[in-house]
C-alpha cells in the first residue's frame, strides 16, 4: 500500500509561483512514475506532467510546457511540481499519483494505481 500528501498550495496572484509537493510513504517494491493531475469545479481531471521512476523522463500537458517543471527526489521519496507564471486558469485542486504499470507516458488517470487527496491551488487575476 502506498500513501501520497500533497502539500504547498495556496493563493497566488497571476504571475506568481507555486510549487507543490508529494510525499510518497508505505511499501513498493521499485519505484512508480509519478504524476501531477488537477480537477477545476465543473470540470473533468486534467493530465498535468508525469515523470519516470528515475526522474530521467518527464512529459507535460501543452497547457503547462513552459511554465511547470516535475521533478522527483527519490531519496525523499518526494515528487515537486514548479508552477511558475501561474494563470487563473491554472485554478484547480492538483492531486499526484503513482502508477507502477510501466507504459509511458502515462497521461491517463487510469493507469495510476493510488492518488493523494489534494492541495487547492487559486490563482487570483
Known amino acids: 500500500q502506498v500513501q501520497l500528501v500533497e502539500s504547498g498550495g495556496g493563493l497566488v496572484q497571476a504571475g506568481g509561483s507555486l510549487r507543490l509537493s508529494c510525499a510518497a510513504s508505505g511499501r513498493f517494491f521499485r519505484r512508480p512514475a509519478m504524476g501531477w493531475f488537477r480537477q477545476a469545479p465543473g470540470k473533468e481531471r486534467e493530465f498535468v506532467a508525469t515523470?519516470?521512476?528515475?526522474?530521467?523522463?518527464?512529459y507535460y500537458a501543452d497547457s503547462v510546457k513552459g511554465r511547470f517543471i516535475i521533478s522527483r527526489d527519490n531519496a525523499k521519496n518526494t515528487v515537486y511540481l514548479q508552477m511558475n507564471s501561474l494563470k487563473p486558469e491554472d485554478t484547480a485542486v492538483y492531486s499526484c499519483?503513482?502508477?507502477?504499470?510501466?507504459?509511458?507516458?502515462?497521461?491517463?488517470?487510469?493507469?495510476?494505481?493510488?492518488w493523494g487527496q489534494g492541495t487547492q491551488v487559486t490563482v487570483s487575476s
Open positions: 499519483a503513482a502508477d507502477f504499470g510501466g507504459s509511458w507516458p502515462p497521461k491517463d488517470g487510469r493507469e495510476y494505481e493510488y
Open positions: 515523470i519516470s521512476w528515475n526522474g530521467g523522463n518527464s
